[in-house]
């Protein structure tokens, strides 16, 4: 079945480091685009990036634009977020998701599979 | 950076009644919106693209409507399956953006 799986989280010092993996199975990963979303504790949902099926594009959300990148490697059906400079603000649980394309080939750049997601901590 | 605005923030509604929630763009999306429910503990699950139409496995008590700036989701008969966080949010543009979330609860 279409599955992803995140991993990568955990608890790390403001200002410092880590990179999220998403590893997709039961698709071509390859044909889709790709998010990462986020939920601080308690609130809702935020859009933090996309890149496009090939790579060719990617889209920020501004509070982390030049700390955080989004990148894929679609030889190993993976996903990544490289998280620079991490904030306090930046606490929350990570989840990637895919794009959906609907029956008539339309990309709806929503998101039709989630990950159960993965935690990050930015504290001292 | 286009606004959703989702109202009421928590939705009080008895078992087997409708519910009716609504979200507001701060400019046209024309139809790019989704509507997502999410349980505790749970990722979000896609019920509604292009504003109306159901993904798969979505059962027919759920439907969406508008275009533009005014959306609505309506929750036919709820269940107890029902009661969640639904968050709309608008793929128009870039950057994506999500509403604030509506709590439906038990009432």
Redo the contacts between chains.
């Keep these: 079945q279409v599955q992803l799986v995140e991993s990568g989280g955990g608890v790390v010092q403001p200002g410092g480091s880590l990179r999220l993996s998403c590893a997709a199975s039961g698709f071509t990963f390859s044909n889709y685009g790709m ?1 990462w ?1 986020r939920q601080a504790p308690g609130k ?4 933090v990036a ?1 890149i496009r099926y090939d790579g060719s594009d990617e ?4 509070s982390v634009k030049g700390r955080f990148t989004i990148s894929r490697d679609n030889s190993r059906n993976t996903l990544y977020l490289q998280m620079n400079t991490l904030r306090p603000e930046d606490t929350a649980v990570y ?1 990637c998701a895919k794009v ?1 394309i609907t029956i008539f080939g339309v990309v ?5 599979v ?4 993965t935690t990050v901590t930015v504290s001292s | 950076e286009i606004m959703m605005t989702q109202s009421p923030a928590t939705l009080s509604v008895s078992p087997g009644e409708r519910a009716t929630l609504s979200c507001r763009a701060s400019q046209s999306v024309s139809n790019n919106l989704a509507w997502y429910q999410q349980k505790p503990g749970q990722a979000p699950r896609l019920l509604i693209y292009g504003a109306s139409t159901r993904a798969t496995g979505i059962p027919a008590s759920f439907s969406g409507s508008g275009s533009g700036t005014e959306f609505t989701l309506t929750i036919d008969s709820l269940q107890s399956e029902d009661f969640a966080v639904y968050y709309c949010q608008q793929y128009y543009n870039w950057p994506l953006t999500f509403g604030g979330g509506t709590k439906v609860e038990i009432k």
Excluded: A, K, R
């Design positions: 998010h979303v809702g949902l935020e859009w996309f889209y920020y959300t501004d989840y959906f709806i750049y929503g998101m039709d989630w990950g159960q997601g």
